[in-house]
């Protein structure tokens, strides 16, 4: 089987950085995928891992241990708009993402 | 990017009837599509993959012959619940993979309410 473990929810000010952990256990592991969505959204593509290493796209970053069957994704200067939830899923053999719990970030002025 | 679309965005019927979602790629071709449902607060949970000329592949615990899938162009794939009760009240949504990229596109979603 497989599953990903990520916290449910984290609060964070207004500018701040806030890290969000997944770990997963998964067979013909690919990589890693973060997706945001907004409350009555569909999900929209963040970031990509299938190497060890930092991924850096403007104020998000993302990173994988393959190794650790851990990953990370890092919001800096955060804003407002940030509120929302965050998954990591993971990408396997036939080209299935399997989703995490997700993780409801609310940003505080 | 590339646009995944739905249609409709949203549907209420009654208990019984039946109803078709559709999933469009808008500007590149998609051998495969995925369909999600998710309940309020909850992940997204992958209901079956679609695979354009054949029959889909359903994750454990989805019925198929209550959700139908049909993928009959590369673009295109459809959804019908039949028979809904309330209980299928959710959001569905479907992706589709660029073969070029390693990412999947998600369409905008339907909810779906069964009175």
């Known amino acids: 089987g497989q599953s990903l473990e990520q916290p449910s929810e984290v609060t964070a000010v207004e500018g701040a950085i806030v890290q969000i952990n997944c770990t997963y256990q998964?067979?013909?592991?690919?990589?890693l995928s973060w997706y945001q969505q907004h409350d009555g959204g569909a999900p929209t593509f963040l970031s990509y891992?299938?190497?060890?290493g930092l991924e850096e796209t403007g104020r998000f970053s993302s990173f994988l241990s393959r190794s650790d069957s851990y990953g990370y994704l890092l919001l800096q200067e955060l804003q407002m708009k940030d509120s929302a939830s965050y998954f990591c899923a993971v990408y396997n053999a036939g080209n299935m993402l399997t989703f995490g719990g997700g993780t409801r970030l609310m940003v505080k002025p | 990017g590339a646009v995944v679309s739905q249609h409709p965005s949203w549907v209420i019927c009654k208990s019984g009837t039946s109803v078709k979602i559709e999933c469009r790629s808008l500007d590149f071709q998609a051998t495969t599509m995925f369909w999600y449902r998710q309940f309020p607060k909850q992940s997204l949970m992958l209901m079956a993959t679609?695979?354009?000329?054949?029959?889909?592949?359903?994750e454990q615990g989805v019925e198929k012959d209550k959700f139908l899938i049909n993928h009959a162009s590369l673009t295109l794939s459809t959804l019908t619940v039949t028979s809904a009760h309330p209980e299928d009240s959710s959001f569905y949504i479907c992706?589709?993979?660029?073969?070029?990229?390693?990412?999947?596109?998600f369409g905008p979603g339907t909810r779906l309410t069964v009175t």
């Open positions: 998964t067979s013909g592991f690919y990589g």
């Open positions: 891992n299938a190497l060890d």
């Open positions: 679609s695979n354009e000329g054949s029959k889909a592949t359903y």
């Open positions: 992706s589709a993979r660029d073969l070029q990229v390693y990412e999947q596109y």
